[in-house]
């Protein structure tokens, strides 16, 4: 890559992952009003909106963000699989992909009771996306904290690629 | 290169160690029905 793509590169792996990273504490936001307001209307407004809300923007950062991760990656030297922190921050970001993936079912689900009138207040609040929103976010910081500290250690493949290229 | 060099760095070790943890955590917790992950337990019935 020359520097100036890579410097495009490397502006959009930040932007996605730290974009990311925001929207989840958005949602973080989201769940603890549907589980604390005290207007009904506020707290099934919160469960509707976050499906609509991560399809929009929870899917598309987190796919961006593996995405340039991986250009990234595969375009500099520090290769995909040299690194143990590169390494790790893979797959933290498939993990957090899978699993945003696999739940978008139950934003559905809880959008359909939250948007349903004849649901009693207490069946559409739900801890559950506390909780997610929750672990994303500790596990966005790490691959945060992982992206800036660049903690040293190389794996077995990237030793054999080191000492096969010097 | 060092012993130390070729060695998994220790914050690598521990990183493992937590994320085994965590697996096994959230395994025994859904095995145990607290973590319940059908989008149907969230419609009333």
Request: overall charge positive; aromatic content about 8%; some cysteine.
């Amino acid at each position: 890559m020359t520097p100036r793509v890579r410097k495009f590169a490397l502006t959009a792996h930040v932007a996605s992952s730290v974009g990311w990273l925001g929207a989840v504490a958005a949602f973080l936001a989201l769940a603890v009003v549907g589980l604390t307001s005290q207007d009904a209307q506020t707290v099934r407004g919160a469960y509707v909106v976050m499906e609509p809300a991560a399809w929009i923007v929870l899917v598309p950062l987190a796919f961006a963000s593996l995405l340039t991760g991986l250009v990234q990656s595969l375009g500099t030297p520090w290769g995909l699989f040299r690194h143990y922190w590169v390494l790790a921050k893979l797959l933290l970001n498939v993990l957090a992909a899978i699993v945003l993936l696999l739940y978008m079912q139950t934003f559905g689900a809880l959008a359909s009771v939250a948007a349903d009138p004849s649901a009693d207040l207490g069946a559409v609040r739900n801890v559950s996306p506390l909780l997610h929103a929750g672990l994303a976010l500790l596990l966005l910081l790490t691959a945060t904290i992982l992206a800036v500290c660049k903690p040293r250690g190389m794996t077995p493949y990237g030793r054999r690629r080191s000492s096969g290229a010097g | 290169m060092t012993a130390e060099a070729e060695g998994t760095p220790r914050w690598v070790k521990v990183f493992g160690i937590v994320a085994l943890v965590l697996v096994v955590a959230i395994v025994v917790m859904l095995l145990a029905g607290i973590g319940d992950h059908g989008p149907g337990r969230h419609i009333q019935p």
